[in-house]
């Protein structure tokens, strides 16, 4: 057991590296890398990468981020939207971290959005690493510095705990 725990720091580690290589790389709606993102597409590159996996397998939803989300990777858990007091220490570096915004004209999470529209992932201390539309390049976040993102954090995914991932992808088994 305390291999496995040890491989998988290593693969979180692999996981975060990738992404902050991508820092500043521009925002293109429905591209997933190497050069341009949207926030799906930039999580998917990352998971591609280094597992080589599609996270949109199987998935079901409106965008690809929902389809992420609900795809047969990883243990999802998920968070009250609007809750200011989310228990963050549960989130491991690595982990997806989704978000609730439907799509370019929703700002304001509203009630009859059922899915979240936003995604990146979770790097450590309350930071997190996204593709924004409005920013329009890779950049990181803290969940504490903006409470907009806490508010609208609805799930995390854990793909790295997952064993038939690692099982699926062979790395360090």
Known sequence: ??????????????????AR??????????????????????????YHEILNINLYEKGI?????????????????????????????????????????????????KKDNKYPGHCGIYLNDNYFIHCSRPKG????SNFLQNRYWQNVLVASKDIIGDSKVLKITKRYY
């Open 21 to 46: 290589l991508q820092y500043h790389k521009l925002y293109e709606y429905n591209m997933h890398g190497p050069d341009t993102f949207d926030c799906a597409g930039f999580v998917w590159f990352v």
């Open 61 to 109: 939803g409106l965008s690809t981020t929902t389809k992420m989300m609900t795809s047969m990777y990883g243990n999802l858990q998920l968070f009250s939207e609007n809750d200011m007091d989310k228990d963050l220490k549960k989130l491991k570096k690595g982990d997806i971290v989704f978000l609730h915004r439907q799509s370019l004209e929703d700002t304001i999470p």
């Open 137 to 140: 390049r890779v950049i990181i």
């Open 1 to 18: 057991m305390i291999t496995a725990d040890i491989n998988q720091l290593k693969l979180r580690q692999e996981i975060e590296n990738l």
